[in-house]
């Protein structure tokens, strides 16, 4: 019998996560949701940063650049999944609707293939519920 597959991506992350812990053991009970209830706006002040007036003072506005990142994370298809969950938080805050976004992750099915497509549809389909609670 065969060994089982490995998951390259899942052993690399472990690796940077050891390496890291070794550079700071306090980082070895990290937890991200204890950053966010430390700063509560980090994201917003970092998407403000990046989306916002604070370098992007003309052309597209924050939310096209939202939808934008959407369709780009989306054609990278699972790898993405981190970041399609916040760029989709980030587009509900920003106004978009969920049949806006629904139709920006179809029409990614061309460039990045079905199960891409579905696979970012079950995140939408979770980031929706969240921010309807």
Do not use: Y
């Amino acid at each position: 019998m065969s060994e089982p597959t490995k998951n390259p991506f899942a052993e690399m992350m472990a690796q940077a996560q050891d390496m890291a812990q070794a550079f700071n053991p306090a980082l070895r009970s990290f937890d991200p949701k204890e950053m966010e209830a430390l700063w509560p706006t980090l994201s917003r002040d970092a998407m403000e940063l990046w989306f916002g007036k604070t370098m992007n003072r003309d052309g597209l506005d924050a939310r096209t650049r939202l939808m934008v990142t959407l369709a780009a994370l989306v054609a990278l298809g699972a790898q993405a999944e981190p970041q399609i969950r916040l760029t989709l938080r980030h587009l509900r805050e920003a106004g978009a609707t969920e049949r806006e976004i629904t139709e920006v992750i179809w029409q990614m099915s061309m460039f990045g293939g079905l199960p891409a497509m579905q696979k970012a549809l079950g995140i939408a389909q979770d980031v929706f519920a969240e921010t309807r609670e």
